[in-house]
């Protein structure tokens, strides 16, 4: 079981520009979740999507967007980058969109930075 | 609302001696708690969680964490560090109702000394 991975590793951007950063998760699991760690901090929760669609969404703005293909895999849109969107961004898998009960997985992450 | 407070950025201890992590949280409704662990270019693993049920409770890697309400605390404790054990440790709430979006705390940083 290969578990959740997740593309690129590491990513430079320039400001203004788009980003896609790409997630698979962990065989078996329906429900993927994307987080934002900036240096220093613990991971914020950006949006989960489950059945190809977003279920809960955290306090990001609309620049911030995602898809879920139907085998489960997911990507995270960042448009407009700014210096601030910076950060490492985790993606976690769980067999539930209950993310409070069922244990989630997280990928390495891929390290993002906007210069 | 939700929130997370652990207590100091960096615990070090030595090789062999108790680990203790703080974490406190506040929440409006029954909580749904949480320890990961992360290493240096790795993703969260979990370690334990509690959801309702026995307050102690027991994880991965000897780790174990008590649920305290009255003191809305959920430390994380070991009996004997290893060097091993050396990573960043991030507490987390969730509600047991409703949103189950989790909060995490800002972590603490382990150190195992020789």
């Known amino acids: 079981d290969a578990g959740v991975t997740q593309s690129p590793t590491h990513l430079i951007k320039t400001r203004g520009q788009q980003v896609t950063l790409r997630c698979s998760p962990k065989?078996?699991?329906?429900?993927v979740s994307w987080y934002q760690q900036a240096l220093g901090q613990g991971p914020q929760f950006i949006f989960q999507?489950?059945?190809?669609?977003?279920?809960q969404r955290g306090n990001f703005p609309d620049r911030f967007s995602g898809h879920q293909f139907p085998n489960y895999s997911s990507e995270l849109n960042v448009n407009a980058l700014l210096l601030g969107d910076s950060a490492l961004y985790l993606c976690a898998s769980s067999p539930s969109w209950d993310i409070g009960s069922y244990e989630q997985y997280f990928g390495p992450g891929t390290r993002l930075t906007v210069t | 609302a939700q929130s997370v407070t652990q207590l100091g950025s960096h615990v070090s201890v030595s090789e062999g001696a108790l680990v203790l992590l703080r974490c406190n949280y506040s929440?409006?409704?029954?909580?749904?708690l949480f320890w990961y662990v992360q290493y240096p270019n790795q993703g969260l693993q979990l370690l334990l969680k509690?959801?309702?049920?026995?307050?102690l409770v027991k994880g991965i890697n000897g780790f174990e964490a008590e649920f305290k309400k009255s003191e809305t605390s959920f430390h994380l404790t070991k009996p004997s560090a290893h060097m091993s054990d050396a990573a960043e440790y991030f507490c987390?709430?969730?509600?047991?109702?409703?949103?189950?979006?989790?909060?995490f705390g800002r972590g603490t940083s382990l150190i195992v000394h020789p």
């Open positions: 987390a709430v969730s509600s047991s109702g409703g949103s189950y979006i989790p909060t």
């Open positions: 509690y959801t309702t049920g026995a307050t």
């Open positions: 065989s078996g699991h329906d429900t």
């Open positions: 929440s409006s409704v029954p909580p749904y």
């Open positions: 999507y489950y059945e190809e669609e977003e279920r």
